[in-house]
C-alpha cells in the first residue's frame, strides 16, 4: 500500500507538473500573439513608448477614468518604469490593438497666442465672450455679431482682431499676452449648441479656394484680402463658442482639453467621445508625409480632447503646442489616418 500510495503521488505530481508547463507555455503564447498583433502595426516598434507612457500615467494620476480603464492605470501608477522598452512592453501586455476598419482624417490644432485687453478699445474691438448665464438656447455667430450679447457684460477679453477671435473658437483656447505683459490662458466654457460649417469648404464651394489652398494659412489670406466678404463668411458657420478664464495653469503645460486634462504637444488628440473614450492610447498612422518632415506619422497617442468637427470613426485632431509656429504646421495637416484603438486586455498581468 505504501508503495502504490507513492506511485500515486508521483503520478499527481507529474500531472501538475505537465499542466503547469502547458499553462506556461499558454500564457507565453498568449504575450507572444498580443506583441505579434501590435508588431503588425507599421511603426510600432520605432515610436518613443515612454513619452506615450508618460502622457497615459498623467492622465491617470490626474482624475477620474473610465471604469473600464481603472485596473491598468492603477498597474500604471504602481509601476516603475523608466526606459523605451519596459513602456513598449506594458502597452503590449495590457492592451490588444484594434484597429479601426474605416480610412479616416488626421488633422491638427494648437493653442494660438495674440495680443489683448481686458477693456474694449479701438485697437482691441474684437471680444471674446463668456458664457452667459441660464442655460440654452444660446445666440448663434450671426446673432452675436448682429449684437444678441451686447449690454450683457459678458465681454471676458478683447483681442485686435476678428479673425484671430474667430480661429481662436475653432481651436477652442489661447494665450493671451496682456498690454501690463502677464499672459492670459482661456478655454473652452460651452458653444451655442448651432452645428459645425467649416468656412474653408464654403470657401471651396464657392470657387473662391481650392481644397489644397484651404488651410488655416490660405483662409486667413483670402479673409485679409476680402475684407468686405468677411463678416459674411464668418457667420456661414454659426456655431460660437464662449470661453472662461483658467487661472493656475502651469505657463509650461498645454491648454487643458474635454477630458479635463493638460494637453501635451504631439501626444493629445481629440477623438468622437462617442467613438473613442477619453484616456484610450490610440496610434495613428497617416497616409502621407506629415508636414515638415518626410515621413508618414506613425505614432501613439491619447485620447484627451474633442471638437465640434472631429465627428465619426477614424477622426481625430492631433494637438501641435501653442503659438505661430504650431499654427503654421497645424494650418497644413490634412491626411489620410489609420486610427487602431487600444483596449485593456482582461485577465493579464505583468
Known amino acids: 500500500m505504501p508503495a502504490l500510495r507513492i506511485m500515486g503521488w508521483a503520478r499527481a505530481a507529474f500531472a501538475l507538473l505537465r499542466a503547469r508547463i502547458a499553462l506556461a507555455g499558454l500564457l507565453c503564447c498568449a504575450m507572444l500573439t498580443s506583441a505579434e498583433a501590435f508588431y503588425e502595426t507599421p511603426g510600432w516598434r520605432a515610436d518613443d513608448h515612454l513619452a506615450a507612457f508618460s502622457v497615459f500615467r498623467r492622465f491617470c494620476e490626474t482624475g477620474p477614468v473610465a471604469p473600464a480603464l481603472g485596473a491598468v492605470c492603477d498597474e500604471a501608477l504602481g509601476s516603475l518604469i523608466e526606459t523605451p522598452f519596459a513602456a513598449r512592453r506594458f502597452f503590449e501586455q495590457r492592451f490588444e490593438p484594434r484597429t479601426l476598419p474605416e ?23 474684437a471680444p471674446l465672450y463668456r458664457l452667459p448665464p441660464g442655460g440654452p438656447p444660446y445666440p448663434d455667430r450671426p446673432a452675436v455679431m448682429a449684437g444678441a450679447l451686447a449690454g450683457r457684460e459678458l465681454e471676458l477679453v478683447f483681442l485686435k482682431d476678428p479673425v484671430d477671435a474667430f480661429f481662436i473658437h475653432v481651436q477652442g483656447s489661447a494665450r493671451l499676452r496682456l498690454e501690463d505683459g502677464t499672459v492670459m490662458r482661456v478655454g473652452f466654457a460651452g458653444k451655442s449648441g448651432h452645428p459645425y460649417t467649416s468656412i474653408g469648404r464654403v470657401l471651396v464651394e464657392r470657387g473662391a479656394l481650392t481644397l489644397e489652398e484651404a ?43 474635454a477630458a479635463g486634462r493638460p494637453l501635451t504637444p504631439g501626444r493629445s488628440i481629440a477623438v468622437d467621445p462617442e467613438v473613442v473614450g477619453y484616456g484610450f492610447p490610440v496610434f495613428l498612422e497617416t497616409g502621407g508625409a506629415f508636414p515638415g518632415s518626410q515621413t508618414a506619422l506613425q505614432r501613439l497617442t491619447l485620447a484627451e480632447d474633442t471638437g465640434s468637427a472631429i465627428r465619426g470613426p477614424a477622426r481625430a485632431d492631433l494637438f501641435l503646442g501653442s503659438g505661430a509656429a504650431a499654427g503654421g504646421l497645424a494650418g497644413d495637416v490634412r491626411l489620410p489616418l489609420r486610427m487602431t484603438v487600444l483596449y485593456p486586455r482582461a485577465g493579464v498581468q505583468p
Do not use: K
Not at 117 to 123: E, G, V
Open 215 to 257: 488651410t488655416m494659412t490660405g483662409i486667413r489670406a483670402w479673409l485679409a484680402a476680402n475684407p468686405d466678404e468677411r463678416d459674411a463668411v464668418l457667420a456661414e458657420n454659426r456655431s460660437f463658442i464662449f470661453f472662461r478664464e483658467i487661472e493656475g495653469l502651469d505657463a509650461g503645460l498645454g491648454p487643458i482639453g
Open 103 to 125: 480610412t479616416g482624417l488626421l488633422t491638427a490644432y494648437y493653442e494660438p497666442e495674440v495680443e489683448a485687453s481686458r477693456t474694449q478699445s479701438a485697437a482691441f474691438p
